[in-house]
């Protein structure tokens, strides 16, 4: 994707070559570059990205556990529930542990120096901002609870899973420059951008806060009217017919539906 020279503020996808994770990523007046095509290890850049990640998750245990959230709300009136501050809290564990299996076996294009700390910047929206939204609800563990878990589950599988699967595809020799449209990938486009929404969708079921229903309505609209025309634009002008082959037989981003 081409960025002109400017102030501008984009939400990218953290999957450009393999990655993912959604994230706020500021621009100031940087000259063009193609996220896709750029390779590069960035092994300073990626050690500074899990240090920060470590410093937000850090930030999100002393809210849930350490009476952190208290301290900024200043209100305590509500303990919230222990038990969803645990399952928030491991949600947190297992993305991080998704981000550094993306950093360090997936990713494989230029990650620039403000991308290195823009990137931790927004994922304390998901370990800190939900954990803000989510502290004082004190409903107890329910189906709702279930379900939010099972999502959380299901689009960590659908993301990581399909990229792991693709990435192990796109290593053989006789798969060079080709496009791969097989595993979960014959089910929709992007399935990967599909199991994002639905984490993210459950950390905000799990916080039972109607604020938190902002986040997953944000990352559909930019997934389904931006990100998604852009990357499918780059595919087309890379893979030619066999991307067009592909597009007129399979769904773009939730499986049977759309």
């Given amino acids: 994707m081409g960025i002109n020279r400017g102030f501008r503020i984009l939400l990218l996808d953290f999957r450009y070559k393999s990655c993912s994770g959604t994230f706020f990523?500021?621009?100031?007046?940087?000259?063009?570059?193609?996220?896709?095509?750029?390779?590069?290890?960035?092994?300073?850049?990626?050690?500074?990205?899990?240090?920060?990640?470590?410093?937000?998750?850090?930030?999100?245990?002393?809210?849930?556990?350490?009476?952190?959230?208290?301290?900024?709300?200043?209100?305590?009136?509500?303990?919230?529930?222990?038990?969803?501050?645990l399952i928030m809290f491991i949600?947190?564990?297992?993305?991080?542990?998704?981000?550094c299996i993306t950093m360090f076996y997936l990713l494989k294009r230029r990650i620039p120096w403000e991308e290195a700390f823009s990137i931790p910047f927004a994922f304390a929206i998901y370990y800190v901002g939900f954990a803000l939204l989510g502290y004082a609800t004190?409903?107890?563990v329910n189906f709702i609870t279930i379900i939010a878990i099972v999502l959380f589950l299901l689009g960590s599988f659908l993301n990581t899973g399909s990229e792991l699967v693709r990435n192990k595809w796109k290593k053989r020799k006789e798969h060079d420059g080709k496009l791969y449209?097989?595993?979960?990938f014959k089910y929709a486009m992007h399935?990967?951008?599909?199991?994002?929404?639905l984490w993210v969708c459950a950390y905000a079921i799990i916080t039972r806060n109607?604020?938190?229903?902002?986040?997953?309505?944000?990352?559909?609209?930019?997934?389904?009217?931006?990100n998604i025309p852009k990357l499918d634009?780059?595919?087309?002008?890379?893979?030619?017919?066999?991307?067009?082959?592909?597009?007129k037989k399979t769904k773009k981003f939730i499986p049977f539906i759309y």
């Fill in 25 to 85: 990523i500021i621009f100031i007046n940087l000259p063009a570059m193609d996220l896709y095509s750029q390779k590069g290890k960035s092994t300073q850049q990626k050690i500074v990205i899990i240090l920060l990640e470590i410093i937000i998750l850090a930030i999100s245990y002393w809210i849930l556990f350490l009476g952190g959230y208290h301290q900024l709300i200043h209100n305590r009136s509500t303990g919230g529930d222990a038990t969803r501050h």
């Fill in 91 to 99: 949600f947190n564990v297992i993305v991080f542990v998704r981000v």
């Fill in 138 to 140: 004190d409903n107890p």
């Fill in 181 to 184: 449209t097989s595993g979960l």
């Fill in 191 to 197: 399935i990967n951008y599909f199991g994002d929404f």
């Fill in 210 to 226: 109607v604020y938190s229903i902002a986040i997953p309505i944000f990352i559909f609209c930019f997934f389904v009217f931006y």
């Fill in 233 to 247: 634009g780059y595919l087309a002008s890379r893979y030619g017919e066999e991307f067009e082959v592909y597009r």
